[in-house]
């Protein structure tokens, strides 16, 4: 599949639109659920961005998925369309999890590499292919 794409600049007025109509979709769905829009975006904020703490945590949650996006622009940069970024984040994952959950008596010097190399392989070798194939077969039809 070759995409023609040229990414053209986008106009601070179109972002700023979009930002609004996002924001007031928002607003009136919470309303029409019966609660204070006012009052449910200024707990978002403050929980989001209300201390050190919770700037770190929200970053801390975002990370994987800015990763994620980052996979995906560079598949699109490429002429290709990737199906299965979120599967090999999830596959990765859950390897990494398995190996810090078992290897409980490792320093967490030598741990976190390992879990960050078991997640690489994992997602590239066997699980990542399985990860992969449906994506890929829809695709291939």
Known sequence: MNFEFRQKPINIRTALAAIFIGTLIGFIMVALFGYNPIEVFATLLKGAFGSAKN???SLRWATPLMFTGVAAALSFRGGMFNFGIDGQLYFGSLAATIVGVTCT???GIILIPMMMLTSMVCVRCPL???SGLCPGETKRQ
């Open 55 to 57: 700037i770190a945590t």
């Open 128 to 130: 990542g292919v399985y």
């Open 105 to 107: 008596g490792v320093p």
